[in-house]
């Protein structure tokens, strides 16, 4: 067997050709198989040929569109989350300093300032080491509001009688005047009565009262002027008591006055309408010792009633009375005091009577800073679903508006929200 092929039989890739494909031959006894032909490449198969495009780039444009629809579901719930708009308003302010003296009256008309009486009644007790008993007769007392509800204003002399509905009788200590009514309501003003007798049965709750001689006659006044509790009716005790020795009762009646004093006055300040500042030198206290009673060990509680009266002034009208003393050309707009504690209020007329004067000169003194207001819920209501460029014209209507800055969440809006529970206002005050 020849082991090498002679140099002339000798292939190689380039002596194969590639034109012809030849059959399969069979192997030779040598051994060897000779090559077979490569089959021709077929062509390349093209899938998803859509419309002109394939689906890689189908799949891409449904991406973006799912983004962008995506995106704006997002911008949707987040304005309707976080939507809303807030304006930050700097009203118009002027500074003053006041040394004038206004008329106050408890029915202002323009021009004048208002004023209210604050009644507060407290109580204090003490104990102290009894030294023997006494036998005492003591009516209950309290306050009441007299009504009319005529047109003129109506008098009552001391002791008239005042009945409650069960027939327990009440009397006036002093005179009184009863103011008419106003468009409004009915004139009114408070008193202090008596139990007509002593005893513990005229200790009662709050009640409705009437004026006994207009029920006897059945006159037509009867259902004009009528009278309600202001407080319970308390104190009234007919029998024996233990008693102090008088310097320890005196010594506690004393430190209980002081103290229900301070008291009254502070919580006068805190009852306040609102808009309105009292006057401390014109309290008027009324105090009142009420029965003994009996402690536990045999000791004596002494108990004092304080009754305290205060006149308040209305804030807002004494600025505005001050912007058209000191400010030139003030028509009238609605002005308030930053802050009040800078002034000082006082009674031209010492003498002045809480219980019956219907008006009084005040003193206001002090440097104070004036602001102009304005109506927020109004504003409000007028600047709801209105596009940010009509807002300055809407600020225009306000003459106490110095300047307005708005902002709309979220920052692609440009129309302020429709609910005006959506439009926040803020008040920046320059004079703080």
């Given at each position: 067997m020849q082991d090498l092929i002679p140099q002339s039989e000798r292939r190689s890739v380039r002596n194969i050709s590639i034109d012809k494909p030849k059959a399969l031959i069979e192997e030779q006894g040598d051994g060897h198989t000779p090559e077979q032909p490569v089959p021709p490449m077929p062509p390349r198969q093209q899938f998803g040929k859509i419309g002109g495009y394939s689906s890689g780039a189908s799949k891409k444009w449904w991406w973006i569109g799912g983004g962008v629809l995506a995106l704006i579901i997002i911008l949707v719930i987040v304005g309707s989350i976080f939507g809303g708009a807030k304006v930050t308003i700097t009203p118009r302010q002027a500074t003053v300093n006041l040394d004038t003296t206004f008329t106050a009256a408890l029915e202002p008309i323009p021009g004048t300032v208002g004023f209210e009486v604050v009644t507060l009644t407290k109580e204090s007790s003490r104990t102290v080491k009894a030294t023997g008993s006494e036998t005492i007769s003591r009516p209950a007392s309290g306050t009441i509001v007299v009504y009319n509800n005529t047109e003129t204003a109506q008098k009552f002399i001391k002791n008239t009688r005042f009945q409650t509905p069960a027939g327990l009788i009440f009397r006036i200590p002093e005179s009184i005047s009863i103011p008419a009514k106003t468009a409004s309501a009915p004139g009114q003003i408070e008193t202090k009565v008596f139990a007509d007798t002593a005893g513990e049965q005229y200790n009662i709750d709050l009640s409705d009262f009437v004026v006994a001689t207009f029920k006897e006659k059945n006159d037509p006044l009867l259902t004009q002027i009528y009278a309600r509790s202001k407080t319970p009716m308390t104190g009234g005790f007919e029998g024996t008591v233990k008693v102090a020795s008088k310097a320890d009762t005196e010594a506690a009646e004393a430190a209980m006055e002081t103290e229900l004093g301070d008291i009254l006055v502070a919580e006068g300040a805190s009852a306040l309408p609102e808009g309105y500042v009292v006057i401390p030198e014109t309290g008027s206290f009324a105090y009142e010792t009420l029965p003994n009673q009996e402690s536990e060990d045999g000791s004596v509680i002494i108990t004092v009633r304080g009754e305290g009266k205060l006149l308040a002034v209305s804030a807002l009208d004494v600025a505005q009375a001050a912007a058209a003393d000191r400010i030139p050309g003030y028509t009238g707009e609605p002005v308030a005091f930053s802050d009040t504690s800078t002034l000082s209020f006082a009674l031209i007329d010492p003498t002045f009577d809480l219980v019956a004067a219907t008006?009084?000169?005040?003193?206001?003194?002090?440097?104070?800073?004036?602001?102009?207001?304005?109506?927020?819920?109004?504003?409000?209501?007028?600047?709801?679903?209105?596009?940010?460029?009509?807002?300055?014209?809407?600020?225009?209507?306000?003459?106490?508006?110095?300047?307005?800055?708005?902002?709309?969440?979220?920052?692609?809006?440009r129309t302020l929200p429709a609910e005006v529970e959506e439009i926040e206002i803020a008040i920046e005050n320059t004079a703080q």
């Open positions: 008006s009084t000169d005040i003193r206001v003194v002090g440097p104070a800073t004036l602001i102009w207001t304005f109506d927020i819920d109004e504003l409000k209501a007028k600047l709801a679903d209105k596009s940010r460029s009509m807002a300055p014209t809407i600020f225009g209507e306000y003459p106490g508006i110095e300047r307005a800055d708005v902002v709309i969440r979220p920052f692609w809006k």
